[in-house]
């Protein structure tokens, strides 16, 4: 492992490195990756603002200063999400203008209480409509570990800044995959907790019908255990806390599928690192239970439905509500924003009723298992381009993107905590990524699991995070 934000505010506690150094060290590393197009925007002044702060803290408030688990440690926030004051969010559309908020959101208030220095803003595509993060406005993302492929979407900027060691951490959002599909791409760790552990206040803007949350990506799972504690918890609704569970037994039923249909084919190597994952856990006393894609089969198709409609019809009525010339949005923008006004109420009803059965679905699933053990992606990231938004066939769209993760959408639909990480790589020297799924607040079970994952060192960062050697 080359260095992760728990490293990085380890050498800024210990006085090797100031807060101020690590952002100049992250401004430069974004200055000479910027062709990955992993930036949509930077605040230098803002950046260093925050940097100084946190080392004027250091001085005169040691104690406060090291009870912050990440301070001084640069990021970025998502341009889509939670606002962070003064960073102009645009949701990747033309259809605003860059000028920053002038309050944070909730979760943005406890980045910034955990010691983080946000900086600037990540790609992602317009209105988060993508698993690829190439708006028309630009800047196209591209995949730190491969520049010809896709970092993906919709948190793509996010993973390829923290992959390419620009920052070692960075906020994320995921409705249908975003955190997850990117950190699989690049080679890192995305965690979509459970619904209702992450605020999503004041104006759940983002929280499309229960079916988004906000964290991050990150480099390890430490990195994920540590940012989940800090930010969780005490979300003001609109969904009770979930009930953290502690871990009460070593020895797991662990759910297997590898299989992923005969409409979305998951390729061999893809299936071999979630079998070579399930060898390893079954070797540490584990019991793998084998699971059929037939236990799976409406749930993942009610999920891609879901998706569908509920991001069609919030669309609709953000462009309504908030007045924006919809012509000015990408052909694909548009014909979402059409579709949400053809979906009748009744039509929206039945969707939202399966919506609420694929919970109780998946649920009956952990009635026989403790974890679910599963493919991430089904293919390795797509070339630049594979998910074009030139055109108004949202059904072609949606299409492709239930071809490369099958399986993104039921931890968002269900509201069920899952994580991906990287366990080995192909022949291209790409990620292989495995994703575990686990009930609601079941957290620190899943990391623990993961972490156990991780300790294989099957996968290595190629490149090294700003500020550390």
């Given at each position: 492992?080359?260095?992760?934000?728990?490293?990085?505010?380890?050498?800024?506690?210990?006085?090797?490195?100031?807060?101020?150094?690590?952002?100049?060290?992250?401004?430069?590393?974004?200055?000479?990756?910027?062709?990955?197009?992993?930036?949509?925007?930077?605040?230098?002044?803002?950046?260093?603002?925050?940097?100084?702060?946190?080392?004027?803290?250091?001085?005169?408030?040691?104690?406060?200063?090291?009870?912050?688990?990440?301070?001084?440690?640069?990021?970025?926030?998502?341009?889509?999400?939670?606002?962070?004051?003064?960073?102009?969010?645009?949701a990747g559309s033309r259809l605003f203008e860059r000028k920053g908020g002038d309050a944070?959101?909730?979760?943005?208030?406890?980045?910034?209480?955990?010691?983080?220095?946000?900086?600037?803003?990540?790609?992602?595509?317009?209105?988060?409509?993508?698993?690829?993060?190439?708006?028309?406005?630009?800047?196209?993302?591209?995949?730190?570990?491969?520049?010809?492929?896709?970092?993906?979407?919709?948190?793509?900027?996010?993973?390829?800044?923290?992959?390419?060691?620009?920052?070692?951490?960075?906020?994320?959002?995921?409705?249908?995959?975003?955190?997850?599909?990117?950190?699989?791409?690049?080679?890192?760790?995305?965690?979509?907790?459970?619904?209702?552990?992450?605020?999503?206040?004041?104006?759940?803007?983002?929280?499309?019908?229960?079916?988004?949350?906000?964290?991050?990506?990150?480099?390890?799972?430490?990195?994920?255990?540590?940012?989940?504690?800090?930010?969780?918890?005490?979300?003001?609704?609109?969904?009770?806390?979930?009930?953290?569970?502690?871990?009460?037994?070593?020895?797991?039923?662990?759910?297997?599928?590898?299989?992923?249909?005969?409409?979305?084919?998951?390729?061999?190597?893809?299936?071999?690192?979630?079998?070579?994952?399930?060898?390893?856990?079954?070797?540490?006393?584990?019991?793998?239970?084998?699971?059929?894609?037939?236990?799976?089969?409406?749930?993942?198709?009610?999920?891609?439905?879901?998706?569908?409609?509920?991001?069609?019809?919030?669309?609709?009525?953000?462009?309504?509500?908030?007045?924006?010339?919809?012509?000015?949005?990408?052909?694909?923008?548009?014909?979402?924003?059409?579709?949400?006004?053809a979906l009748s109420a009744i039509m929206l009803w039945n969707t939202l009723n399966d919506?609420?059965?694929?919970?109780?679905?998946?649920?009956?699933?952990?009635?026989?298992?403790?974890?679910?053990?599963?493919p991430m992606l089904a293919s390795a990231p797509l070339a630049i381009g594979s998910f074009?938004?030139?055109?108004?066939?949202?059904?072609?769209?949606?299409?492709?993107?239930?071809?490369?993760?099958?399986?993104?959408?039921?931890?968002?639909?269900?509201?069920?905590?899952?994580?991906?990480?990287?366990?080995?790589?192909?022949?291209?020297?790409?990620?292989?990524?495995?994703?575990?799924?686990?009930?609601?607040?079941?957290?620190?079970?899943?990391?623990?699991?993961?972490?156990?994952?991780?300790?294989?060192?099957?996968?290595?960062?190629?490149?090294?995070?700003?500020?550390?050697?």
């Amino acid at each position: 492992m080359q260095g992760d934000a728990t490293e990085l505010t380890a050498a800024i506690r210990h006085g090797s490195l100031s807060a101020a150094e690590a952002m100049q060290a992250a401004i430069a590393m974004a200055a000479r990756q910027e062709p990955l197009g992993a930036i949509a925007y930077l605040d230098r002044a803002m950046g260093f603002a925050s940097a100084h702060d946190r080392d004027r803290e250091r001085r005169i408030a040691p104690d406060r200063f090291s009870a912050r688990p990440f301070a001084g440690v640069p990021t970025l926030a998502k341009d889509l999400g939670g606002p962070f004051r003064g960073l102009p969010v645009t949701a990747g559309s033309r259809l605003f203008e860059r000028k920053g908020g002038d309050a944070d959101s909730d979760l943005a208030s406890r980045f910034r209480d955990a010691g983080f220095c946000p900086f600037g803003l990540t790609t992602s595509p317009e209105f988060g409509l993508s698993l690829t993060s190439e708006p028309a406005i630009g800047p196209v993302c591209r995949n730190p570990l491969d520049p010809a492929r896709t970092a993906g979407g919709s948190s793509g900027g996010a993973a390829a800044a923290v992959a390419a060691g620009i920052v070692a951490i960075a906020h994320a959002t995921d409705a249908g995959g975003s955190i997850r599909v990117p950190a699989a791409c690049c080679g890192l760790v995305g965690l979509k907790p459970t619904r209702g552990a992450i605020p999503g206040g004041p104006s759940f803007s983002n929280h499309l019908g229960g079916i988004a949350s906000e964290l991050a990506v990150c480099r390890s799972v430490r990195d994920t255990a540590l940012i989940f504690s800090r930010l969780s918890g005490n979300s003001r609704g609109p969904v009770p806390d979930p009930s953290p569970v502690d871990i009460v037994s070593d020895r797991l039923r662990i759910g297997l599928l590898t299989d992923t249909g005969p409409s979305y084919p998951t390729e061999g190597t893809r299936l071999a690192a979630v079998e070579d994952a399930a060898r390893i856990l079954e070797s540490d006393g584990h019991v793998i239970l084998p699971l059929a894609w037939a236990d799976f089969e409406w749930s993942v198709a009610a999920s891609s439905r879901a998706f569908a409609d509920i991001v069609s019809v919030n669309l609709s009525a953000l462009i309504e509500t908030a007045g924006l010339e919809e012509s000015r949005a990408e052909p694909l923008t548009q014909a979402f924003a059409a579709r949400g006004r053809a979906l009748s109420a009744i039509m929206l009803w039945n969707t939202l009723n399966d919506a609420v059965l694929v919970s109780h679905v998946v649920w009956a699933l952990f009635d026989k298992v403790d974890c679910i053990l599963m493919p991430m992606l089904a293919s390795a990231p797509l070339a630049i381009g594979s998910f074009p938004s030139d055109h108004a066939d949202t059904d072609l769209h949606l299409e492709r993107m239930a071809a490369f993760a099958p399986l993104a959408c039921l931890a968002n639909i269900s509201g069920f905590p899952a994580l991906t990480l990287p366990f080995g790589q192909d022949e291209h020297a790409m990620p292989l990524p495995v994703q575990l799924m686990m009930p609601m607040g079941h957290e620190r079970r899943l990391l623990s699991l993961a972490a156990r994952l991780e300790a294989e060192a099957r996968w290595q960062h190629r490149f090294p995070v700003a500020g550390l050697p």
